[in-house]
């Protein structure tokens, strides 16, 4: 268990709808990251927030947003569904000031099915 | 640009060495990651490398080479459990996010 949690852990929609991915982050790391992975390809970044404030932007639709809340957790906002939008989202955090490596811890993901 | 390569998919047998090999050529450079992710799982670091040499952590050692933008991972005394996708990772300079290869798919055979 990497202390990093995400809801929901499976989610079936259809084209055209809207959907948030919810993240908290080990506790005291003030990084987030988002990252998507499609079938049988690697990691994508998305987005990063570092305690509130976006800090790197990847290759991120627009038609998704994210944010990150006074409490640290973060939100993925995936609008306006294709089917190409099926994948595993995952969220990781990291905590700047500590640790020897600043490895990315990362939660169980989401898997979202796209109809 | 940035490009990360390591070969698709690898076979070995149980208890066997495996070396992963991962090539990279980003325009900033903050370290290096390897993580495994089992299907459907989370990915979960094994090893980092940011000055040259080898770092070795039990079964597992990972070497980088800077100036060649080169990278490997060595598993030893492979085990059945070992059958998982292994995942290089560079750090960006700047922002700490990480930019990975497609994975590399190691199949262990009994």
């Known amino acids: 268990d990497s202390g990093v949690t995400q809801t929901p852990k499976h989610l079936i929609t259809a084209t055209g709808q809207r959907v948030t991915l919810r993240c908290s982050p080990r506790?005291?790391?003030?990084?987030v990251y988002w990252y998507q992975q499609s079938l049988d390809q690697g990691l994508q970044f998305l987005i990063q927030?570092?305690?509130?404030?976006?800090?790197a932007k990847g290759n991120i639709l627009e038609r998704f947003s994210a944010q990150q809340f006074p409490d640290l957790h973060s939100e993925l906002n995936l609008s306006s569904l294709e089917l190409g939008d099926s994948a595993l989202y995952f969220c990781?955090?990291?905590?700047?000031?500590?640790?020897?490596?600043?490895?990315?811890?990362f939660g169980p993901g989401t898997r979202l099915t796209v109809l | 640009g940035q490009n990360i390569d390591q070969p698709t998919e690898m076979t070995a047998t149980e208890g066997a060495i495996v070396q992963i090999n991962c090539t990279y050529q980003?325009?900033?450079?903050?370290?290096l990651f390897w993580y495994q992710q089992h299907a459907g799982e989370a990915p979960t670091f094994l090893s980092y490398?940011?000055?040259?040499g080898l770092e070795e952590k039990g079964r597992f050692s990972s070497f980088l080479s800077r100036s060649k933008g080169y990278s490997y991972l060595l598993l030893k005394e492979l085990q059945m459990k070992d059958s998982a996708s292994y995942l290089c990772?560079?750090?960006?300079?700047?922002?700490?996010?990480?930019?990975f290869g497609t994975g590399t798919r190691l199949q262990v055979f009994p």
């Open positions: 990781a955090s990291s905590d700047p000031a500590g640790g020897s490596y600043n490895e990315q811890f």
């Open positions: 506790s005291g790391d003030l990084s």
């Open positions: 927030y570092y305690n509130g404030e976006e800090r």
């Open positions: 980003t325009s900033g450079f903050n370290g």
């Open positions: 490398n940011v000055l040259d």
């Open positions: 990772a560079v750090r960006d300079q700047d922002t700490d996010k990480l930019i």
